[in-house]
């Protein structure tokens, strides 16, 4: 794994927005797996301020690593917030965005997005196979919406799953191991001292990491790249 460190969540969101434009340099379509989360709203805020006529969005394709399981419209939704700090704010045609309906039934969305992946995405060894998937990392070492208690998700012949969250109960549609490892580059953004022993224990393999979601992102390959700000990185020797 590649491990980037920067001073600030600021420094990390205009660093990844960099990476992220060279990237997309020499590809005639780029499919994208995004995440939620206050890291990404930061790096939306730079893409649209810095890069928003530097990059060719009409060859960008969209999706969600997970979604809550509530309307477009509600305040916890993960396109909405992407939609007010990104979408809106960019030349990207509508056939280019492929949300979770997270409205809809769980059980029947997660099936419908499986097959929305098998046929948008390009097959690789009979996989639907993401050039980039963004993810993000909870306190409780929870990537995608992949919490510990449900760790065997990410081994599911699905492409998507529902999860529940461990706390509140509320039902996610998430994308599985089988898409995120299959993926040609996996990106994490992870900032805040909440972090930081997570950070550790799986970036170094401590004893028990492999109970944490997190430790299971290992893409076929190789192209693994933690963003990390000081706070979250603050354990690692």
């Not at 900032?191 to 430790?215: D, L």
Request: glycine share 6%; hydrophobic share 40%; proline share 5%.
């Amino acid at each position: 794994m590649d491990i980037k460190i920067y001073t600030d969540k600021t420094k990390v969101a205009l660093e990844f927005s960099k990476f992220l434009a060279n990237f997309m340099e020499g590809r005639d379509v780029v499919h994208i797996a995004l995440s939620g989360g206050s890291t990404p709203k930061i790096v939306f805020d730079v893409l649209v301020s810095s890069f928003k006529d530097k990059i060719d969005w009409a060859k960008v394709h969209f999706y969600w690593g997970d979604e809550r399981c509530v309307p477009p419209t509600d305040a916890e939704s993960n396109y909405k917030m992407t939609f007010e700090y990104l979408l809106s704010k960019i030349e990207l045609p509508e056939a280019n965005i492929h949300r979770i309906k997270g409205e809809d039934d769980p059980k029947e969305e997660a099936l419908r997005y499986s097959k929305l992946l098998d046929a948008k995405l390009p097959h690789v060894d009979g996989i639907p196979q993401f050039d980039l998937v963004i993810l993000g990392m909870g306190d409780d070492g929870h990537t995608a919406s992949i919490f510990p208690h449900e760790i065997q998700l990410w081994d599911s012949d699905m492409n998507c799953e529902v999860a529940i969250h461990p706390d509140s109960g509320q039902r996610r549609v998430t994308i599985t191991g089988k898409i995120i490892n299959h993926a040609k580059t996996v990106a994490f953004l992870v900032t805040g001292a909440g972090k930081s022993e997570k950070v550790r224990i799986i970036t170094q393999r401590e004893s028990g990491y492999e109970a944490y979601p997190a430790s299971l992102v290992n893409p076929s390959s190789n192209e693994l790249v933690w963003f990390l700000d000081q706070a979250a990185a603050s354990e690692i020797t």
